[in-house]
């Protein structure tokens, strides 16, 4: 009787170690928007895949979301430091790679946008970018008719509205979702690192993983990671935003994810390598005031070190997430 | 069954009363119409105004610094180029005691920082800035006009703290018309010869204190 009790306790205890044993080694934090459990996401998601794909977006009906954030790199604009807009003019920064933008409650390199909703309402009216205004997308929209069906399917409304428009964009944002690459599969037990990519891991996480947090690759802070200031461009980062002192070059800071798909790197675009960016952390950091200790100091790896790095940093590489039908050029438009 | 049915109506729906809130956008106390010549009393200055739109929001009643009653509608667009939206009606329970009603001239911190929203808060309305996060909750727009030379003027005033609660004594059965006097706001701005503001920060908030000051109600 005793032992049948034993036993039977026993049995739910050694589940829970089987289910333990396979549980993440790394957790990913809440999401910031979590607009899946709306009525009519899918629908609004659909729509937003196609408008991010639309030129209709741009003033002259020549650039799309995808002119700059293209899906084989990323979602970042690949060949120009400084991304081209309409009338080839160029921007002042370097588009970023887009994913996992769920997690990121503030976007663009200062943050200076504060909710996800309201991002494209930057690049439809930057005479640099889109050069058109929300009015002018929604009447054009009105007018063609083209979206009609869809505005009603995931609004309940066949006119476009500037609401509308900018919720369904999000949404689609909200789809570009980048964790099935080989470190993903490592930290949820189902593949191990060589030892090559183990030694790059564990010199990432004494150097890097203070600001290139996991398992976004970004603890979504901004900090100043010692550049040189580009005297043609001034760009003070997060100071534009807040207009405090301390926050003086400071950057949001990138994630890793994909990086060898989304040069060139930096806010400016300033380097078209790791190799170029472990350069500057070894010997072109400028110290400024309210550096972070992890950069007080310059990074000094050894060659092989180096090379051990680059390995890790290729395991966030994620093909799944590059090549996914779901979110390339819409087949059906 | 029908007489319970007939009394819950009843407490669903009392009696309601309306009450009016009439904007006017004035020059010292000269009438401001969009597009007109209009002359300052005091600078002996000229202005074309061309655009005013500003937020509303919050309105509520009370009685003895009690919140007595609060308005469902939200945010309001008080637009000068649309007569319609520069009076505000709704309705409140007959029987309610007042003494002021309290409103906001602009966007919540919290509403601020939410989502897009549709209405009277939709970008589409050219309410919020583009190239950062935020809504504009006062708007001017227009032009100096000094012997030959025309001066633009644009005012774009938002971002956290240039939003105010303000309250006026107002008794049941009354309706209120608010003059707003461009005329302090664009003294201090030209007094700093601001000639354009577009951004939120300290500056903005001065100015929207001043606009402020210059929300009064009609006598």
Not at chain 1, 219 to 247: C, F, H, M, V, W
Not at chain 2, 98 to 104: A, H, K, N, P, W
Request: aromatic share 10%; proline share 4%; with cysteine.
């Amino acid at each position: 009787m005793k032992i049948r009790i034993l036993m039977l306790l026993g049995m739910p205890i050694a589940l829970l170690f089987a289910f333990h044993s396979r549980k993440p080694l790394v957790f990913w934090p809440k999401q910031v928007y979590s607009f899946q459990h709306e009525a009519g996401f899918k629908e609004r998601v659909e729509l937003g895949h196609l408008l991010f794909y639309d030129p209709v977006l741009s003033a002259d009906s020549s650039v799309s979301c995808a002119s700059c954030h293209l899906q084989y790199t990323a979602f970042a604009h690949v060949d120009h430091a400084l991304s081209h807009g309409i009338h080839d003019s160029i921007g002042n920064r370097n588009a970023p790679a887009l994913m996992n933008l769920a997690w990121h409650r503030e976007l663009m390199w200062d943050g200076a946008i504060h909710h996800l909703d309201m991002q494209s309402l930057a690049p439809i009216s930057h005479p640099a970018e889109m050069g058109s205004s929300i009015q002018e997308v929604v009447g054009k929209l009105n007018r063609s008719r083209k979206y009609a069906g869809a505005f009603y399917k995931a609004f309940g409304d066949s006119l476009a509205s500037g609401e509308f428009v900018l919720k369904s964009i999000s949404r689609f944002l909200t789809t570009l979702v980048s964790n099935r690459s080989k470190y993903d599969s490592v930290m949820n037990g189902t593949s191990v690192f060589t030892a090559q990519q183990k030694s790059g891991y564990e010199i990432f996480r004494k150097h890097c993983n203070s600001c290139h947090t996991e398992p976004l690759f970004t603890s979504l802070k901004y900090e100043d990671n010692g550049l040189p200031l580009n005297p043609r461009l001034n760009d003070l980062g997060r100071y534009s935003i807040t207009q405090n002192t301390a926050d003086s070059s400071r950057f949001k800071i990138p994630t890793l994810r994909n990086i060898t798909y989304s040069y060139p790197y930096m806010h400016d675009g300033r380097f078209n390598s790791l190799g170029e960016v472990l350069n500057h952390y070894e010997k072109g950091m400028v110290q400024r005031k309210g550096m972070q200790k992890a950069l007080k100091h310059n990074i000094t790896l050894s060659s092989v070190q180096k090379v051990d790095l680059v390995a890790f940093l290729l395991t966030l590489n994620d093909k799944h997430f590059l090549f996914n039908p779901e979110l390339g050029f819409p087949k059906n438009n | 069954m029908l007489a319970i049915v007939a009394t819950a109506y009843a407490q669903q729906t009392p009696a309601q009363k309306p009450l009016r809130l009439k904007f006017q956008y004035t020059l010292d106390s000269g009438v401001v119409e969009l597009g007109k010549e209009i002359e300052s009393e005091r600078g002996a200055r000229k202005f074309r105004f061309t655009k005013i739109k500003q937020y509303v929001s919050n309105i509520a009643l009370y009685l003895a610094s009690r919140c007595v009653w609060r308005d469902s509608g939200g945010f309001y667009l008080v637009d000068a180029e649309d007569a319609a939206s520069c009076q505000i009606a709704f309705n409140y329970p007959s029987n309610l005691v007042f003494d002021e009603i309290s409103l906001v001239f602009g966007i919540d911190s919290t509403t601020h920082a939410a989502g897009v929203m549709g209405g009277a808060l939709d970008p589409l309305n050219g309410m919020y800035w583009s190239w950062q996060s935020g809504y504009i909750n006062l708007k001017i727009e227009g032009e100096m006009l000094d012997q030959q030379k025309s001066t633009a003027l644009e005012y774009h005033i938002g971002g956290l703290g240039t939003a105010h609660e303000k309250r006026f004594g107002l008794a049941p059965g009354e309706d209120l018309t608010l003059d707003c006097d461009l005329n302090p706001l664009l003294e201090q701005a030209l007094s700093a010869n601001k000639t354009h503001l577009m951004s939120p920060g300290k500056q903005a908030i001065a100015l929207s204190l001043a606009w402020m000051q210059s929300v009064r109600k009609q006598p």
